[in-house]
């Protein structure tokens, strides 16, 4: 580790010396900060690449689940129209059947 003297102890050579270090020192870690600027920024456009990925995922997956719901309600809709299909069928033949056991039992009179 260097050992600082006093300004006033210095020569003149000493002090350009101290400059010219002050100088370089300065010079890298300023070329630092611009290397972590440069990093920051790329990792800055990556996140904004990621996350717009993300969004469209996003939306993409919130359209699949909307067109799975419409499906379903379509799937639904046809089950529950077969089912009142079945069910006005099973009346109607409740009906013709007691119409036919009314017709059987009007011939069995005559």
């Not at 260097?2 to 070329?31: C, N, S």
């Not at 972590?36 to 359209?63: F, G, P, S, T």
């Not at 067109?67 to 009906?95: G, M, P, Y």
């Amino acid at each position: 580790m260097r050992e600082y003297k006093p300004l006033e102890e210095m020569t003149r050579e000493e002090l350009i010396e101290e400059v010219q270090l002050i100088a370089v020192v300065r010079g890298e870690r300023e070329a630092e900060m611009e290397d972590w600027k440069e990093q920051i920024a790329q990792l800055e456009q990556e996140r904004d690449h990621l996350m717009k990925d993300i969004e469209e995922a996003a939306r993409e997956y919130d359209a699949e689940i909307q067109r799975w719901k419409e499906r379903c309600r379509q799937e639904i809709a046809f089950k529950v129209s077969v089912i009142e299909e079945r069910d006005a069928l099973r009346a109607t033949v409740a009906n013709l059947e007691q119409e036919h056991a009314a017709l059987r039992q009007q011939r069995d009179q005559q």
